[in-house]
């Protein structure tokens, strides 16, 4: 069997060990090493670990990012309701798998700070999602499709947030199980939100 490309297994081995042992504990040489691959090998590919988050982030993760700027710049394909439902599930879908990589960065101060300082430099963050949406819902508004007095980014903030909060709930549950399905969370967070949106 033929070995993925170089770049591949350190993406890969970087979303396994994250995933694993969290953000702040996966070094670089482990990855490295997980890739089967130098450590000056990867660092061919990536000036950084928080270059590989990322990375990891927009190449390995569910697309949020991409689905709300295709979203924004094309609104009205489908009902706003029918989109909402999308980015719920997969900013729910997002969040449960970014979870467990970052959290154990608020247990660091100093590795949060320094990764926090890494997102400004590549112009990302958390706050990225709900600029997505906020941008979608302004859209949509100029469409007549959401109502002119809606805040775009409060509804973005409480749909993110909700799709943030199943994810936390979700990950230090004993049972490690949410109370509804994916699908059923998603169409009740859009039919909710929908209803302040349209008035």
């Known amino acids: 069997m033929e070995q993925k490309p170089t770049r591949v297994r350190i993406i890969d081995a970087a979303r396994d060990l994250m995933r694993t042992a969290g953000l702040a504990r996966t070094?670089?040489?482990?990855?490295?090493?997980?890739?089967g691959c130098?450590?000056?090998?990867?660092?061919?590919?990536?000036?950084s670990k928080e270059e590989l988050f990322l990375t990891v982030l927009?190449?390995?993760?569910?697309?949020?990012g991409g689905l709300l700027g295709a979203l924004a710049?094309?609104?009205?394909?489908?009902?706003?309701?029918?989109n909402l439902t999308e980015i719920a599930r997969q900013a729910a879908l997002f969040?449960?798998?970014t979870f467990p990589v970052v959290a154990s960065l608020y247990a660091e101060p100093r590795?949060?700070?320094?990764?926090?300082?890494?997102?400004?430099?590549?112009?990302?963050?958390p706050h990225k999602p709900v600029?997505?949406?906020?941008d979608y819902l302004r859209a949509e508004q100029r469409h007549g499709r959401v109502h002119p007095d809606a805040d775009p980014v409060a509804?973005?903030?409480?749909?993110?947030?909700?799709?943030?909060?199943?994810?936390?709930v979700w990950e230090t549950s004993q049972d490690r199980r949410p109370p509804d399905s994916l699908d059923d969370f998603a169409r009740a967070i859009a039919r909710t939100l929908i209803q302040g949106l349209s008035r």
């Open 58 to 64: 927009d190449e390995r993760l569910p697309r949020l």
């Open 27 to 35: 070094t670089t040489k482990e990855i490295a090493k997980a890739a």
């Open 155 to 168: 509804a973005a903030s409480l749909l993110l947030g909700a799709c943030v909060q199943r994810s936390f």
């Open 95 to 97: 969040y449960e798998e």
């Open 131 to 134: 600029e997505g949406l906020a």
């Open 38 to 47: 130098s450590e000056a090998a990867l660092y061919k590919y990536f000036a």
């Open 73 to 82: 710049a094309d609104p009205g394909v489908r009902t706003v309701e029918e």
């Open 111 to 125: 590795l949060k700070r320094r990764h926090e300082e890494a997102m400004r430099t590549y112009g990302s963050g």
